[in-house]
């Protein structure tokens, strides 16, 4: 991959389709991971407005902190950033409460996970009407279009996805070119969804570069009769994934009513 090159294609894509739009510049949710890093920071390179949102839902602290770091690092190099903390956790738990109790809390885990991905896009897109700004995506190629690793109309709901067609491997290149600060390179990824320190790995069971090559294997046509061992277990990992998470990829299907009974 020409890195550099790259980089400037992204920063140059970002600021024409924001003037096209006629908008003044991008919010995003900057979580102290990879993804949302190097999002933040093509956004900041275009010149425009960017609004960098810190949004704790009963957040591991090491979270809280890398992201708070890393947005202090925009702003030193870049005039155009500004910040804004919105403590979600008390509206988080008011929700929660107005929710009918459950026998078995442990039903509701992933329910609430994605809710928490979805009181954050709620917070973007107010900021993104009062500003007139675009709400930035941070997802990359083999979480939106392999494994579907994301929330529907949580992280999924954006205006714009700038790395979508980046492999979780190139993101990392990226990220050591523009500078970001190492200590969020060498964290393990995590959703933050669940208020403990749970990696992406633990929950889908391969790492990044493993999904990379089945994702690759799939678009060459292979099956899981073709391996063996760990590679077999990968390979069905990213199968199953990809195919049960089809609906998060796919348009939403619409009822089309036949002429006849217009």
């Given at each position: 991959?020409?890195?550099?090159?790259?980089?400037?294609?992204?920063?140059?894509?970002?600021?024409?389709?924001?003037?096209?739009?006629?908008?003044?510049?991008?919010?995003?949710?900057?979580?102290?991971?990879?993804?949302?890093?190097?999002?933040?920071?093509?956004?900041?390179?275009?010149?425009?407005?960017?609004?960098?949102?810190?949004?704790?839902?009963?957040?591991?602290?090491?979270?809280?902190?890398?992201?708070?770091?890393?947005?202090?690092?925009?702003?030193?190099?870049?005039?155009?950033?500004?910040?804004?903390?919105?403590?979600?956790?008390?509206?988080?738990?008011?929700?929660?409460?107005?929710?009918?109790?459950?026998?078995?809390?442990?039903?509701?885990?992933?329910?609430?996970?994605?809710?928490?991905?979805?009181?954050?896009?709620?917070?973007?897109?107010?900021?993104?009407?009062?500003?007139?700004?675009?709400?930035?995506?941070?997802?990359?190629?083999?979480?939106?279009?392999?494994?579907?690793?994301?929330?529907?109309?949580?992280?999924?709901?954006?205006?714009?996805?700038?790395?979508?067609?980046?492999?979780?491997?190139?993101?990392?290149?990226?990220?050591?070119?523009?500078?970001?600060?190492?200590?969020?390179?060498?964290?393990?990824?995590?959703?933050?969804?669940?208020?403990?320190?749970?990696?992406?790995?633990?929950?889908?069971?391969?790492?990044?570069?493993?999904?990379?090559?089945?994702?690759?294997?799939?678009?060459?046509?292979?099956?899981?009769?073709?391996?063996?061992?760990?590679?077999?277990?990968?390979?069905?990992?990213?199968?199953?994934?990809?195919?049960?998470?089809?609906?998060?990829?796919?348009?939403?299907?619409?009822?089309?009513?036949?002429?006849s009974l217009k």
């Amino acid at each position: 991959m020409q890195t550099e090159k790259v980089i400037d294609h992204i920063v140059d894509w970002l600021r024409d389709y924001a003037t096209n739009a006629k908008q003044k510049g991008f919010v995003i949710g900057v979580s102290g991971g990879i993804d949302s890093a190097v999002t933040s920071t093509l956004c900041a390179k275009t010149g425009l407005d960017l609004l960098c949102l810190e949004m704790p839902i009963h957040q591991a602290a090491n979270q809280s902190d890398r992201a708070s770091r890393h947005i202090d690092w925009l702003q030193k190099n870049f005039s155009n950033v500004k910040r804004k903390e919105v403590q979600l956790t008390p509206v988080f738990d008011s929700l929660v409460d107005a929710f009918p109790p459950v026998e078995n809390e442990e039903e509701r885990f992933m329910s609430l996970a994605n809710t928490r991905a979805r009181l954050r896009m709620t917070s973007l897109y107010y900021f993104a009407a009062l500003k007139r700004y675009l709400v930035a995506g941070t997802g990359n190629k083999v979480e939106d279009f392999g494994v579907g690793f994301y929330t529907k109309y949580g992280d999924g709901g954006v205006d714009l996805s700038p790395i979508a067609d980046l492999m979780k491997t190139e993101v990392y290149a990226i990220a050591k070119v523009l500078g970001v600060n190492e200590e969020i390179i060498k964290a393990a990824p995590t959703d933050g969804l669940w208020g403990d320190d749970r990696t992406d790995e633990d929950q889908i069971g391969a790492s990044y570069p493993e999904l990379e090559w089945a994702m690759n294997m799939k678009d060459e046509g292979r099956t899981i009769a073709d391996f063996e061992g760990r590679e077999k277990e990968v390979f069905t990992i990213f199968m199953k994934l990809n195919t049960m998470n089809q609906h998060k990829m796919l348009p939403i299907p619409v009822c089309e009513i036949p002429e006849s009974l217009k």
